[in-house]
């Protein structure tokens, strides 16, 4: 850390107390060197915490339970990591109206244990251990069952929101449909903590199922693998479907009790809701096939390979159509990847392992972002690079320019944080 | 227009929630506020508060209006928008606000034409003849071109025996059942007289002495809607009178076999209030009767694909869209098939098609398109304008679909000989 | 705050010459209306109050046209408005004088529909009921359901983020719309979501949704369409009074149910609605009617059919009809759809509220509406979606009389402070528009309405796309507002 840094450092020490903490050795984190983190327990806290930094300009890296750092372009310049995970607790459940009003820090499981007597689930279900509300929210991450639960801002009610300026700003509210006023929440979500610092949350909850049913099968190199799962995912009670391919199941889910050989994919399906609909949609599947039943743990199996990565391997989620899965797939596996897809509503996770190339090779990585951005252009999919090798990060924008009027988010990014303080260079075309 | 009129007081059951907007064919046209139900409404409304004058533009946008009343069938509020719309036509026309050839000579047309049998028996006559001539095309040429546009929406004319003058009596077949009266209506009399035949022959086997009364009028409708409501008065007294002052004991209906001039005569207690209320309480069309009674005699088969397009003023200004379609029903053989938009206007509207003849054909080709795509045999509906603008639609496409009042197959399916078909 | 205001004159001078001049050559003399009659047709949309005169009205056909009279517009700083089918009711395309209405009624083309990626593109003023129509024999429809939904647009839809009787299940318009095209209030058109359903930045689509037509002009949206569910009840639950009514909803929703919708009509509308066209037949001493709609899959409905009559039951219901067919699951629905219009019957006026309360809070804040209404002598009766806490209390009115219409807008306060102090919110699917705008400090402070105004200000720098939508006139007050006063865990007594 330079002299001018430490000078830094010490002025926010002397600002902020005991909320900041010096970290020594400095910490590798979202492609920078941190020396510092500070970690308000509350909203004022936060308030006073991001103040003193956009003053002295100082960009700092926003986090929440850490299991989503590597997402996103290195932020730049960043010496001082700002900790939600003090922004705990669950204020407010309403087991009647099934809403709940949490600090950005608490851990999804935390809710999950609170709401599940009252009959209730939280719809939210990213990879990955210790995930918090914040920084599932900020990532508008979702795992295995976004078929059922739909994209994180669907549970969203209301946000308490901390500017970059240090403005407690709110929006939305606890009721569960409201158009009063412009939506910010949307803005909020899925801005990786570029725009404000989510400090608090309204959500709307499910009712738990009275009943889930888990059912593997393998499917044969003679079969259409997509429209079967397409169809399996289409069932009325249909909460998560995925195809995972060989190489994967055999890595990754070998736990399951399925029997894999020769077999091109394995397929995971999980209904939930009453009884009758569940045991129909299992049966429905499963008519004249092979199949198992199985567990929760396949899920869980799911949601592990989702946030895992083989050895400084590359992550890419891609969104493409239901009707461009084959097309897409076909490309992906001609250019070595593997691959869990869940066919409804069309996202695909890539695997690119390194395995067999030289140390930090910079063409094999070129190669990938090459084949990636030919599905983005044959298949018109939506992608993201959501993981890649350390040395490997800042070479290329993991959204590829993101999709839509670059200017405008750039213009936004402006208004919200004029001094770029939150998380600078991380999002879409480096905002 | 003015704030203490009846007028006034009828806009006021308009809230503007525009449910009637995507049921208004000059809405749909258009896209426009102005030319929809609400914007219409509102635009009396203005006039009445002074927001904006009663002038050219009110006009026209009162003109444009079809009056086909579909707003009325989807009015929540239960807005009367028919009658509205005749007393804002009228104030139009007090005001001096339609002026020009073109409404004078619909005026002439309507008072002096329309209203007198004699002069209209002699002017169908002579178009009969001009036809038979092939005078038609210098005609088009040398006519105005709304008389022009009205001459060939006209069906063939038929031979004279078919527009001779109903029988005033004629007594029920078999059991006797009750006793109605019929409106012959002018232009029904004139150009669909086989109409006229079919509905006393099918009200005969069914047990029903009809009559035909003397010193019957035209309906007035036609002349409502162009604003004359002093001259649809006149021609409503006569109606009161020669359908329950005369005639010895009162019949158990009067009934027309036209829509529009059903919807008028239960509508002319408006016009004549107190004096009218009777005869509008006696007013039955044909099908609304014959399914209120029941039909007695069982009608023979007819192996038919029959389309049914609601008249507007059956539908939405009288309410009956049920019954027409079971007495079709009940013929063995026939198969009713469903269009889409059969309670739309057809864009003939009396005699709005003549002023507006582009997009009268627009709103004809959409609903010849459904007409089309359901293919029937036999495309049925029971008001003269409907029927005249439906033929020339199906006509001018070369569709092989014959046009035909519903009550025409009913009486083909009691196996009575159809001189009229054309 | 809304009320009579003279209308004001549209200035009218050598721009506005140029101004219409110029909009002529763009969509053609026909497609732009300026005759005195238009000027007054287009003043308002279903909310009458403080209806203005814009300078000229334009029927654009094609993105190309929107885009151009934009740009004219910014080019001479003139005001504009985006306008559907008008039957907002929150004064949402309501001008400000000497404004430019876009009307979108003219692009009502489906672009495409994809069955099998159940997406489809339409143009903004494709009717909401018109889609569904389009889309069903590939079994398929479009799930957001507002009641005017035979006439409003999609556009309008968009820009409202528009609900319906269905939401509970479905969700609202946003839920459904993956990506449009928008024309900026620069003139410069874009395109944002994807129809994939993602698109790598800020969620750009989620926030045009709902914004009330201040952020650009929709030209093109792509929706999702939904699965026609396989099988579906109605229900018609009858109850002396609306507490009961209400204990039923939160039954069923307490077991774990989700039913695709459950609504609610008071006495006073269901005699409102037996008068009207649309009478369904409901008994005319009932205290309140709870329909209640379940859909899903075929095998599991019956359960939960027998499961809802159980409670029903046990809260006492009064009659309990099960729809036997469509036609009669279409009568059931009449009633509910067509009660705002029935209510028009009672009085010349009609002012539609809109609020959200937490649903477990219904009854009481029902009873203190009510008496809000009889306090000042209005006639007050209440629609509302019981399932989301989403209230429609209407009041019936004659704004020719200055002491009833004060009374109504007092009346509406109370209600909105009310509904607020609940944990409530102004508005649930109606918008704030310029009806509203001025009790947004009930709900938000300073700080928060200077976040909303970044956003607004990027997308709508000079402010002239639709003006005087959604943020005050006014400062917030702050004795009323929730945070000020310790957030918003205020109890209601």
Redesign the interface.
């Known amino acids: 850390m330079g002299e001018s840094s430490a000078a830094v450092r010490d002025a926010i020490g002397r600002l902020l107390g005991d909320m900041a903490v010096v970290l020594e050795p400095p910490e590798l984190m979202a492609g920078s060197r941190v020396s510092m983190r500070i970690e308000p327990r509350d909203a004022e806290a936060l308030a006073t915490a991001l103040r003193t930094l956009d003053s002295g300009s100082t960009p700092a890296i926003i986090t929440g339970g850490g299991s989503r750092l590597g997402l996103g372009n290195p932020v730049r310049g960043a010496q001082v990591e700002l900790s939600c995970v003090g922004l705990v607790g669950i204020d407010?459940l309403?087991a009647?109206?099934?809403?709940i009003r949490v600090g950005a820090g608490t851990p999804l499981a935390e809710i999950e244990r609170a709401v599940r007597p009252h009959?209730w689930q939280l719809p939210l279900d990213p990879p990955g251990q210790g995930t918090t509300v914040g920084g599932t929210l900020a990532s508008a991450a979702a795992g295995p069952r976004r078929l059922g639960f739909?994209?994180a801002?669907?549970c969203v009610l209301g946000l308490d929101?901390v500017?970059a300026c240090g403005?407690?700003?709110?929006?939305g509210?606890?009721?569960?449909?409201?158009?009063?006023?412009?939506?910010?929440a949307?803005?909020y979500?899925?801005?990786l903590g570029t725009?404000?610092v989510i400090e608090r949350a309204w959500l709307r909850l499910?009712?738990?199922?009275?009943s889930t049913r888990v059912v593997v099968l393998s499917l044969g190199p003679d079969s259409d693998p997509y429209t079967f799962a397409l169809a399996a995912a289409?069932?009325?009670?249909a909460r998560a479907v995925a195809l995972v391919c060989s190489e994967l199941a055999d890595t990754h889910m070998q736990g399951v009790g399925h029997p894999l050989d020769a077999a091109d994919w394995l397929l995971v399906a999980e209904y939930a809701?009453?009884?009758?609909?569940t045991?129909?949609g299992a049966e429905r599947l499963a008519e004249g096939r092979a199949a198992s039943p199985g567990d929760l743990t396949a899920i869980d199996a799911l949601r592990d390979l989702q946030g895992s990565v083989g050895a400084l391997g590359v992550r890419a989620r891609l969104?493409?159509?239901?009707?461009r899965l084959a097309a897409s797939c076909a490309l992906l596996r001609a250019a070595a990847a593997q691959l869990l897809v869940y066919p409804q509503?069309?996202?695909i996770y890539a695997f690119f392992d390194p395995s067999g190339c030289g140390d930090e090779d910079p063409w094999w990585l070129d190669g990938v972002f090459t084949a990636l951005e030919r599905v983005r252009g044959e298949a018109?999919?939506?992608?993201?690079v959501e993981e890649l090798p350390e040395w490997g990060r800042g070479r290329r924008d993991v959204?590829?320019g993101?999709?839509?009027?670059?200017s405008?988010?750039r213009?936004?990014k402006a208004?919200?944080d004029p001094n770029g303080t939150l998380n600078p260079g991380r999002?879409?075309?480096s905002i | 227009m003015d704030v203490t009129s009846e007028l006034y007081e009828g806009t006021l059951d308009c809230v503007h929630c525009g449910l009637c907007l995507s049921d208004c064919p000059t809405y749909l046209d258009t896209g426009r506020e102005t030319s929809s139900p609400r914007g219409r409404i509102y635009l009396m409304r203005g006039v009445a508060e002074g927001q904006i004058e009663l002038g050219p533009g009110v006009a026209d946008e009162l003109h444009l209006c079809l009056g086909c009343r579909a707003c009325e069938s989807v009015c929540p509020s239960g807005v009367r928008y028919g009658a509205l719309l005749e007393r804002a036509r009228e104030q139009l026309v007090d005001a001096g606000l339609r002026k020009g050839q073109g409404p004078r000579l619909e005026r002439l047309l309507l008072r002096s034409l329309l209203a007198r049998p004699a002069r209209l028996h002699a002017f169908i006559s002579a178009i009969g003849i001009v036809r038979a001539l092939r005078l038609d095309r210098l005609a088009r040429r040398l006519l105005p071109a709304a008389l022009a546009n009205a001459q060939a929406l006209l069906p063939p004319i038929p031979p004279s025996p078919l527009r001779a003058p109903l029988p005033s009596w004629t007594p029920a077949v078999g059991e006797r059942r009750g006793r109605v009266a019929l409106l012959e209506g002018c232009v029904m009399r004139e150009l669909y007289g086989a109409v006229g035949r079919a509905t006393i022959a099918v009200l005969t086997r069914n047990g029903f002495e009809v009559v035909v009364p003397e010193g019957q009028a035209c309906c007035g409708a036609l002349h409502a809607h162009a604003g004359d409501l002093s001259f649809a008065r006149s021609l409503a007294e006569r109606n009161v009178v020669a359908f329950t002052e005369q005639g010895g004991a009162p019949y158990d209906a009067v009934v027309t076999h036209s829509a529009g001039c059903g919807a008028a005569m239960k509508e002319s207690g408006g016009w004549l209030p107190g004096r009218s209320d009777g005869l509008a309480a006696l007013t039955r069309d044909i099908c609304e009767w014959l399914d209120e009674s029941g039909l007695v005699a069982e009608p023979g088969r007819l192996e038919l694909r029959v389309c049914y397009d609601d008249p507007c003023h059956l539908v939405h200004a009288q309410g009956i869209a049920d019954a027409p379609r079971r007495l079709l029903s009940a013929i063995p053989g026939l198969e009713l098939v469903p269009h889409a938009g059969a309670s739309d206007c057809c864009g003939a509207a009396g005699t709005w098609s003549l002023g507006h003849p582009e997009m009268s054909a627009r709103i004809l080709d959409a609903k010849l398109d459904a007409i089309e795509a359901a293919s029937p045999a036999v495309l049925t509906s029971g008001n003269p304008g409907c029927l005249m603008q439906l033929r020339a639609g199906v006509e001018a496409r070369g569709l092989a679909i014959r046009v035909a009042h519903p009550i025409e197959l009913l009486a083909e399916a009691y196996g009575m000989a159809v001189p009229g078909q054309r | 705050m809304p009320g009579v205001r003279p209308p004001q004159e549209a200035p009218t001078s050598r721009s506005d010459a140029e101004l219409i001049a110029g909009l002529r050559r763009i969509v053609g003399n026909e497609h732009c209306l300026t005759r005195p009659e238009d000027l007054f047709a287009y003043g308002c949309d279903a909310l009458t109050l403080d209806a203005q005169r814009p300078a000229a009205i334009v029927l654009p056909e094609s993105t190309e046209q929107v885009a151009s009279a934009v740009a004219l517009c910014a080019y001479l700083q003139r005001p504009f408005v985006p306008r559907g089918a008008g039957t907002g009711l929150s004064g949402g395309a309501h001008p400000t004088p000497g404004a430019v209405v876009i009307s979108l009624t003219r692009m009502r083309r489906i672009l495409s529909i994809d069955a099998d990626d159940r997406i489809a593109i339409v143009q903004p003023g494709v009717v909401n009921a018109d889609l569904s129509a389009a889309v069903a024999h590939h079994g398929l429809f479009y799930a957001p359901d507002p009641s005017s939904q035979q006439v409003c647009t999609i556009g309008g839809n968009v820009a409202e983020n528009s609900g319906g009787p269905h939401t509970l299940k479905y969700g609202t318009t946003t839920d459904h719309v993956i990506a449009l095209e928008i024309v900026l209030p620069s003139g410069d058109v874009v395109r944002v979501g994807s129809d994939t359903g993602f698109a790598a930045g800020y969620d750009l689509t989620g926030v045009a949704v709902g914004s009330e037509g201040t952020l650009g002009i929709v030209t093109e949206v792509t929706v999702r369409l939904s699965p026609i569910p396989e099988a579906v009840e109605t229900l018609l639950a009858i109850f002396d009074d609306v507490p009961s009514a209400c204990r039923l909803v939160g039954r069923i929703i307490e077991s774990g149910m989700v039913p695709a919708s459950l609504e609610v009509i008071d006495r006073r509308t269901i005699e409102a609605v037996e008068a009207s066209v649309y009478r369904a037949g409901l008994p005319q001493d009932a205290g309140a009617v709870l329909i209640i709609e379940l859909d899903g899959a075929a095998c599991e409905l019956q359960a939960q059919l027998e499961r809802v009559r159980a409670f029903a039951y046990e809260e006492g219901v009064r009659g309990l009809e099960v729809a036997r067919d469509d036609a009669e699951r279409a009568r059931f629905w009449r009633a509910r759809k067509g009660a705002f219009g029935a209510l028009g019957r009672l009085a010349p006026d009609l002012y539609v509220h809109d609020a959200v309360v937490p649903r477990t809070k219904l009854p009481e804040i029902l009873e203190k509406i009510c008496e809000i209404g009889d306090r000042h002598r209005l006639r007050l009766s209440n629609v509302f979606h019981a399932g989301d806490g989403n209230l429609h209390p209407n009041i019936s009115f004659d704004r020719r009389d200055p002491d009833e219409l004060a009374r109504v807008i007092e009346a509406g306060r109370e209600i909105l402070e009310l509904c607020v102090a609940a944990g409530g919110v102004l508005t649930g699917e109606h918008g704030v528009g310029n009806e509203k705008r001025d009790y947004m400090g009930l709900v938000f402070d300073d700080v928060d309405l200077d976040a909303m105004r970044r956003l607004r200000d990027v997308w709508n720098p000079d402010g002239l796309c639709n003006p005087d939508k959604i943020m005050p006139t006014t400062r917030p007050c702050m004795e009323s507002n929730p945070k000020a006063r310790g957030y918003d865990a205020v109890p209601i007594d």
């Open positions: 407010e309403d009647a109206d099934g809403v009959g739909g994209a801002r669907g929101t500017l403005d407690r700003t709110r929006c509210g606890r009721v569960v449909k409201n158009v009063t006023g412009y939506d910010l949307k803005l979500v899925g801005s725009l404000g499910r009712p738990a199922p009275r289409r069932h009325s009670a809701g009453d009884e009758e609909a045991r129909e969104h493409v159509r239901p009707s509503p069309g996202v018109k999919a939506e992608l993201v959204f590829f993101g999709s839509g009027p670059l405008l988010m213009s936004i208004r919200f999002f879409v075309g």
